[in-house]
């Protein structure tokens, strides 16, 4: 019997590819095999969002020994993915993930798959103001691991799915299957949760599984309170070719006035930008030539913007009591020569945060529990955390005999990951605040905050490994 892993949307008296594992088959549906729209079918789990989060979490799954043998529905709106080509140019969408998340993929089966394609270790990261020079450096020197390791977006979703693809017979992915309406066990008073698709398809499960993002139908349905800020800045993106060839290990970032900057290592001679700022800002970045917008990214690092003279003052001062000079800590980063054709994109930037994350018959990960500002590269390593947090709970429940809905285990899954991601969207959203703005007292006390930091090894410390996973 042949395991169909990817179905697409069948129809009457058409013949359809359908792909499977290793191979494709071809299959005619008559009139009497029509899948029909009032018939439910039933899986254990069902996850809504075939994205890096909603995908993480069916592999992880099924590797999972005390719920390999639940039966996982993934439902995915846009066509299958079409893999990824180490032989192309690198993408625009990268994630710096750290150790926590290197871990959720080796227990996955996929992180060897990802360093023998192409993986970038960050040994350094640099971070100072441009509004009084106060600066901080992260070495990997100070920790057993790399900073962290820059991955693009479309190698970690390509190595997901085929792990999926090979090695997860209980998990059905379903592409072009975008979710219409969602019914919980709360409203219905059924034991189930049901989904049914724009085709009309309908399905059932113990649980339902929300990772479709920002706009997530699932959150909806479970009406929690959502609190939610549109910071009026857009995220700019590119792939950038260095003037020159080195050890580019380093991560940059610089707080403007209009946002901060960053630069992140892919190889000796290429590197990732994220470029927040205004809207117009961002647009215009758009618009200009490469050589424009390479003269205008060079400028956004090396610039001499004004600077508080308070913050100035106070900064020498601390620095003299420490013995430190800041001029002889601060490296430069390396110069921009060109940015790679078509590679500049941008999309929007804001807050949001669900005030739970669980109902009974329901759960949230990834952006559909919280978005964050990408200031800190946190936000795809709070949703891998939350798939570990999710299959941990769900594991102990059945093995103690639970149900995959039930409150019990699902309370233990939202109060590790609240834990785990309040302080850190808090302090995310905290940093955004006092840095889109010049006003001397702000930055004074934002100055001092991130010099002492950088000279007290124990505060140091504990923002590293809360950083790191």
């Known amino acids: 019997m042949i395991l169909i892993k990817n179905l697409r949307n069948f129809k009457p008296n058409r013949i359809q590819t359908v792909v499977t594992r290793n191979l494709s088959v071809t299959v005619r549906l008559n009139e009497n095999q029509s899948s029909s729209h009032t018939a439910t079918e039933h899986y254990d789990i069902i996850i809504g969002g075939g994205g890096l989060v909603g995908t993480a979490l069916a592999a992880a799954l099924s590797k999972n020994k005390t719920l390999a043998d639940k039966k996982v529905l993934l439902l995915e709106g846009a066509p299958p993915f079409k893999g990824f080509d180490v032989s192309k140019p690198y993408g625009n969408r990268v994630s710096a993930i750290n150790k926590k998340t290197i871990a959720l993929f080796e227990s996955i089966g996929i992180w060897e798959r990802m360093t023998n394609a192409r993986v970038k270790p960050v040994k350094q990261m640099q971070v100072w103001d441009a509004n009084s020079d106060a600066l901080i450096n992260f070495q990997h020197e100070h920790f057993a691991d790399d900073v962290a390791c820059i991955v693009e977006n479309d190698l970690m979703l390509d190595s997901i799915y085929n792990q999926l693809n090979e090695n997860a017979p209980n998990v059905m992915v379903r592409n072009l299957s975008r979710i219409a309406d969602v019914k919980l066990p709360s409203k219905t008073g059924k034991s189930c949760s049901e989904v049914t698709l724009q085709g009309g398809e309908k399905f059932s499960c113990e649980l339902l599984v929300g990772a479709d993002g920002a706009n997530s139908l699932v959150r909806k349905e479970m009406d929690v309170d959502v609190f939610s800020m549109d910071y009026k800045r857009m995220g700019l993106v590119a792939t950038l070719e260095l003037s020159e060839s080195g050890d580019n290990s380093v991560a940059w970032q610089r707080f403007i006035p209009t946002g901060p900057v960053a630069l992140l290592p892919l190889t000796d001679k290429l590197s990732s930008l994220v470029w927040s700022t205004t809207v117009p800002h961002a647009k215009e970045l758009l618009s200009m030539s490469p050589e424009q917008f390479v003269d205008a990214l060079n400028e956004a690092f090396c610039k001499e913007f004004p600077k508080s003279d308070v913050a100035v003052k106070a900064l020498d001062v601390l620095n003299s009591m420490l ?26 930037l804001g807050f949001l945060h669900a005030s739970s994350y669980v109902r009974p018959g329901a759960a949230l990960i990834g952006d559909a529990a919280h978005r964050v500002h990408p200031l800190a590269g946190q936000g795809v390593n709070l949703g891998f955390s939350d798939v570990s947090f999710l299959v941990e709970a769900l594991a102990e429940g059945v093995y103690s005999g639970a149900k995959l809905g039930d409150m019990q285990y699902l309370t233990k899954y939202e109060q590790r990951a609240l834990t785990k991601n309040v302080p850190i969207i808090v302090g995310i959203h905290g940093l955004h605040t006092l840095y889109t703005t010049t006003f001397s007292p702000v930055v004074l006390l934002r100055s001092l905050g991130l010099q002492l930091t950088n000279n007290l090894p124990q505060i140091k410390d504990i923002f590293m490994k809360r950083a790191m996973g």
């Open 323 to 348: 013995g430190q000079n800041t001029n002889t800590l601060r490296q430069y980063p390396p110069r921009v020569a060109g940015v790679m054709d078509k590679s500049r994109a941008t999309f929007p």
